[in-house]
């Protein structure tokens, strides 16, 4: 049986990814005060950012896959703290790295998780947004992850560190942070119904539009990427529908009897948004099979369900 070592193993995305990976041994890392409540996981502690900690779990866990998902991962809190998530982000991969080079794991495969924020601002001709894409990230957060994807390719190329780089789009789901849009509109809904807000809900901007993937479909591509994805490659990981955000709000409100009317909030608007993003997934699909099964209204759907759960 594979071992398979998941660094922010307790995020949105790393939640998910047990049961991607339920035929393995799976090995979380989690910092000492995270709960730990998987049964199917067996649990170690420690900061990505110590690299001592981090070359000695490798070391005695020796995996054959590293998932590295561990990051400060919000564009808008970037932006607050841009020296925070660059040394959190780029600092964290390299210890990764640096751990299977001095210990020579050379056939251990890394998936280095970059971002689709590495391709900024696109004008509407370069639509959809292609591997080959250049690359302006407009954020710290996608500076961060324009290192972090750089590096993969770096460390396969200097030292043979068998890396696959992938460049989610916007992934949404149940157990997404109220820090994302998505997630923030359904979790306002729910304490609406639930008497807790006013009927009002607050927004950022709405006609930026968005490649918005189910983060289910987002861990079974990491699966079959490191299944038979190419070692050193780069892959998008998106549907190829953009939908405005005032569309996903549209949705979200069919859910709920309850009437509901729209305030902007300034602390919302992001002052650098880039007006559409749409991915081309043809590469990841020709190497792997893999394509997004789940459509939208499921995925809103379930995501307002988990609110109104744990509300």
Known sequence: MQKVLITGINGFVGKHLISGFKDSEIVGLTRADSSETESAVRYVSGDILDKERIEAIIQDENPSIILHLAALTSPSESLKDPIGTLNNNIQGQLNIFEAIRNLDLLSTKILTVSSAEVYGSVDESELPISEKSELRPNTPYGVSKVAQDLLGYQYFVAYGVQNIRVRPFNHIGPGQSDKFVVSQFAKQIAMIEKG??????????????????????????????????????????????????????????????????????????????????????????????????????KSLKDTLDYWRDIL
């Open 196 to 297: 807790q807000q006013e009927p009002i809900v607050k927004v950022g901007n709405l006609s930026p539009k968005r490649d918005f993937t189910d983060v289910r479909d987002i861990v079974n591509a990491y699966r079959l990427i490191m299944q038979s994805g190419k070692i050193g490659e780069v892959y998008n990981i998106g549907s190829n529908k953009s939908y405005a955000i005032s569309e996903i709000l549209d949705i979200l409100s069919s859910f709920s009897d309850i009437e509901i009317s729209v305030e902007v909030d300034a602390n919302l608007v992001r002052k650098v948004d880039a007006i559409d993003i749409r991915c081309d997934y043809n590469k990841v699909k020709n190497d792997t099979g893999w394509e997004p099964k789940i459509g939208i209204e």
